[in-house]
Nanobody
């Protein structure tokens, strides 16, 4: 099973950028589709972005499309989330996970959740 550790979250002002990273361990990371999810206070966890196992296909939630970019480096067992033009509504704990990838809709997570990384955007 892939174990995942997220990092890179911090407090920023609206309009700024952040880059989150997710490092995975285990022999199957490089063959696993990956996704980013987030959970805001008082809300359910929601899908943000996903990428297929080789990095050739991505899918984004409508709320982040055009602002966020997901990428991966299988040589380093890493999946990144570049977040630009951040808004207060992006404030949440961000998690990565292994997913069932679909290029026509939100990915479905199926692995264990890590501790996440907190992103706070002040307006």
């Amino acid at each position: 099973q892939v174990r995942l550790v997220e990092s890179g979250g911090r407090s920023v002002q609206a309009g700024e950028s952040l880059r989150l990273s997710c490092v995975g361990s285990g022999p199957t990371f490089s063959s696993s589709a990956m996704g980013w999810f987030r959970q805001a206070p008082g809300k359910e966890r929601e899908f943000v972005a996903s990428i297929n196992w080789i990095g050739t296909s991505t899918y984004y939630a409508a709320s982040v499309k055009g602002r966020f970019t997901i990428s991966r480096d299988n040589t380093r067992n890493t999946v990144n989330l570049q977040m630009n033009s951040l808004k207060a509504d992006d404030t949440a704990v961000y998690y990565c996970n292994t997913v069932d990838y679909y290029d026509y809709g939100p990915a479905r997570p199926f692995g264990s959740w890590g501790q996440g990384t907190q992103v706070t955007v002040s307006s």
